[in-house]
């Protein structure tokens, strides 16, 4: 499988390195190789092999800053757009991994467009596209004969989507509800530690859980993106930003949190949805609620099942490693399509 990604930060060297480590036991296990041909990035430059580039020296010259430095070899070529790069042939797949817009989208929007059009499978990290337009990326998917894939937006490499769209699949999923954000989750955790709110957001700044400018994350931008995809992949609606309730956990005091203590309950950022819409809030759970004993930046989510009851999913939100785990995840998802449309057809 041919590979473009768009944007080489931390999750695509995560991923990188993924391919670089498991190259052997991928081909082994699951008969699948896969070998990155292009790269697009906003400050390093872009690079493109059909023959594949040397994953080694692509994370070398991401390392030092610039792909200036990849050496020059047959077939490469150098600072193509992603308009140049994404065309009809030039790869199996794209991953789109570039920073997420929750407003427009773009220009990634037009980006996994592109790729879906020129008959590429699409795996995504960045949640604006799948969070604003899920529906009319599947629709183009579809038309095109390819995949559209988007484990990765929301709970990092945990399966959430999987879990939802294939191992519960025969049950109605009538709500879902979950701490979609790690770095609120820690915030809050510290100040059950008793520290106040500014305290324990400037600790999660220094520990690099939280940007200089928190507030996607404590405001609850950020996990309403993932209750977006969420909704519209589980319940098939078309909700947007205006339809969701949004609040983040900034008016908590710590004796708001030291109430809730003495009443065996705890506070956490809640995103939760329905088919007819979704809210994200600071609420008291009781102790006894599997979401209240979910500490640190770790996620979990709770699925309402009509055949299982709550099912509840708890792992890592955030990571290089972790993400690039869903990304393998879901290109091995497309790997096994095409294998049984194989066998089928023979």
Known sequence: MRLILIGFGAVGRGFAEILRDKTNNLRAKYGFEA?????????????????????????????????????????????????????????????????????????????????????????????????????????????????????????????????????????????????????????LTQMESGENYRAALEKAQKLGYAEADPSGDVDGWDAAGKLLILANALFGSRLTMGDLQVSGIGGLSADDISRAREQNQRYKLIAQASPSGGTVEAMRLPTTDPLASVAGTTNAITLETDLL???????????????????????????????????ASA
């Open 35 to 187: 070998s990155i041909v292009g790269v697009v990035t906003a400050t390093r430059g872009s690079l493109y092999c059909a023959a594949g580039l040397d994953i080694p020296a692509l994370l070398t010259a991401a390392k030092a800053g610039s792909f200036a430095s990849y050496p020059a070899g047959a077939g490469l070529q150098r600072d193509l757009s992603a308009a140049d790069m994404i065309t009809p042939g030039a790869a199996d797949a794209l991953l789109e991994l570039s920073p997420t817009n929750l407003e427009t989208a773009q220009p990634a929007l037009a980006t996994c467009y592109r790729a879906l059009d020129a008959g590429m499978h699409l795996a995504l990290a960045n949640k604006g596209p799948v969070a604003l337009r899920y529906a009319d990326l599947q629709a183009r998917a579809a038309a095109n004969g390819v995949q559209m894939r988007c484990e990765a937006t929301v709970m990092a490499g945990t399966p959430t989507m999987q879990l939802a769209q294939e191992a519960l699949a025969g049950c109605q999923i009538t709500g879902a509800r979950g701490i979609l954000n790690g770095t609120t989750n820690y915030i």
């Open 309 to 343: 009851g709550a099912v509840t999913l708890i792992g890592a939100g955030a990571g290089s490693h972790e993400t690039g785990a869903a990304l393998l995840a879901d290109l091995l998802a497309i790997h096994r399509c095409q294998c049984n449309q194989t066998g």
